[in-house]
Nanobody, 126 residues
Framework: QVQLLESGGGLVQAGGSLRLSCTAS????????MGWFRQTPGKEREIVAAISWGGGRTYYRDSVKGRFTISRDNAKNTVYLQMNSLKPEDTAIYYC???????????????????WGQGTQVTVSS
């Protein structure tokens, strides 16, 4: 079992920044690729960014490229999502998730992720 705890959400004006953190406990953190997802009411959960177990490979959805940065500190069992130049359309509940490493590549579909945090609300006002 892996427990994931997110923090860092909140209310920010458009153009502002937030940094989300997700700390894992329970199993060896480097056994997992990590992802950040988001969801708004009535919509499916979507990938925002993902990072490989060692941190060497990352993925971003097109709408956040150049604004968001995913990173991880394996010594602290923590993955981060730095969000800059926030837009109202970034408003959502953000979840971190862990995918057990089973090959070279991580996945972007939520169904591949084994463990989820409880979510943290990010609200961007216009």
């Amino acid at each position: 079992q892996v427990q994931l705890l997110e923090s860092g959400g909140g209310l920010v004006q458009a153009g502002g920044s937030l940094r989300l953190s997700c700390t894992a406990s329970g199993r060896t953190f480097t056994r997992y690729h990590m992802g950040w997802f988001r969801q708004t009411p009535g919509k499916e959960r979507e990938i925002v960014a993902a990072i490989s177990w060692g941190g060497g490979r990352t993925y971003y959805r097109d709408s956040v490229k150049g604004r968001f940065t995913i990173s991880r500190d394996n010594a602290k069992n923590t993955v981060y999502l730095q969000m800059n130049s926030l837009k109202p359309e970034d408003t959502a509940i953000y979840y971190c998730a862990a995918e057990q490493v089973a090959g070279y590549n991580y996945h972007t579909a939520p169904s591949f992720y084994d463990y989820w945090g409880q979510g943290t609300q990010v609200t961007v006002s216009s």
